[in-house]
């Protein structure tokens, strides 16, 4: 009976390091190929370009694999139980990488049936991390970005978005990752704020600015960044305007669409709360989502209302009736607001809200409840998180600040350590090293 050999992969991108040790693994015994799926990657890694289906389909062609299995973990140790192979194999790499701990999991697992973890030694000038930014810089398609993020929702207990207002603002939000013990974390798209970018060009955040002026701005954006975005769609205007946005953002890539309940002459939520006769009735924001639902093309798209109930000073039981309706009505999504501190009220929404629909996506903005850590926000049954404008008010202070120590030096020498090298620029920015 021949040996069984366990390799567990990503598959995302195919380069000769992945071949040689498939090959390596080959000459053991009868291969095993365990593919992470999105869920187990996502949390600890970015998302992969291909779909897990896509991505088999091409491990399952290399020669010398025998079969392909899903591994629904990042660790490798519940499918080396499963499948007691007779030896584990692995790149040497992962003896100094963040992937250490799992190492020590691994081998003393194998100990329980006697089994072996063979490394192979790793494929020198092989980075599949530059690889996977070489990729990165290439770009995407409108197609491949718009369905990311139903893809993120499923694969991910928590979908962290950060606002962006401009390309630069955007490279920030595609680039910036922190690595901890459980893998690298990333944002995993982006808000594409009414506010801040009316803000950034020293306007009012009104609704009579249109969609075309938004859009100079959103194209920035996406012509030099891959992740998806969700555009702040504030009310979305009359049903026959909201069509014609929903079918601008999907065509041009935009994964989701954020509409408030509100009508009139548009005022800040933060603000006051005398505002409950602007809210739409269930009946009129019931129809605008709907007649978005009817003009989109692909099911990539979403559709979001954003439940304005509780900020307005209305009960939660108020604001949940009005986020049934709209899911009733077709809205992919719920975002519920709140300027409660203590998160108190978003807490009873989201935990009630789940027991009526489990599956629908609840998407939270914790701007005045921020004590609160993305974990805990999950727990109340939050999907999605966005950072809705902090790139924004933290670069005004910064560049006032600078402003200031200019005048008073009378000259620019004090403000180096506030300022991003020239180098760095360079190498932010593609197409300028």
Known sequence: ????????????????GIINIIKEGAKLGELTIGLLTDSAIASH????????????????????????????????????????????????????????????ECLETMKEWNGQIVEIPYTKGINSTAL??????????????????????????????LEAHSGLSGLIAEHASVTKEDGIHQFDGMWSSSLTDSTSKG???????????????????LECTTKPIIYDGDTGGIPEHFVFTVRTLERNGVSAVIIEDKKGLKKNSLFGTEAKQVLATEEEFCEK?????????????MIIARIEEIIAGYSVDEALSKAFAAV???????????????????KEFCQRFRKEYDKIPIVLVPTTYNQFKEKELAEWGANVIIYANHMLRSSYPAMKK????????????????????????????????
């Not at 989502?289 to 798209?301: L, M, N």
């Not at 120590?405 to 090293?433: N, V, Y």
Request: glycine share 6%.
């Open 1 to 16: 009976m021949p040996k069984t050999v366990y390799l567990g992969i990503t598959g995302d991108i195919i380069h000769p």
């Open 45 to 104: 890694k970015r998302l992969p370009y291909l779909t897990y289906e896509q991505r088999k389909e091409v491990v399952e062609d290399i020669k010398g694999v025998a079969k392909v299995v899903p591994q629904d973990d990042w660790s490798y140790v519940p499918n080396l139980k499963k499948y007691r192979p007779d030896f584990m194999i692995h790149g040497d790499d992962w003896k100094t990488n963040y992937l250490s701990k799992i190492r020590e």
């Open 132 to 161: 996977a930014e070489n990729a990165k810089d290439i770009g995407t398609t409108p197609d491949i970005r718009r369905a990311t993020l139903r893809r993120l929702i499923a694969a991910k207990p928590v979908v962290r978005i």
């Open 203 to 221: 306007k009012p955040d009104i609704e009579a600015v249109d969609l075309t002026t938004r859009m100079q701005s959103l194209t920035d954006i």
């Open 289 to 301: 989502i709907s007649a978005g639902k009817r003009a989109q093309v692909t099911k990539d798209f």
């Open 328 to 346: 009733r009505a077709g809205a992919d999504g719920v975002m519920i607001h709140s300027k409660d501190k203590t998160g108190t009220d978003i």
């Open 402 to 433: 600078c402003a200031e120590t200019i005048l008073e030096a009378e000259r620019s020498l004090e403000t180096d350590g506030m300022c991003m090298p020239i180098k760095e620029i360079l190498e932010l920015i593609p197409g300028t090293k």
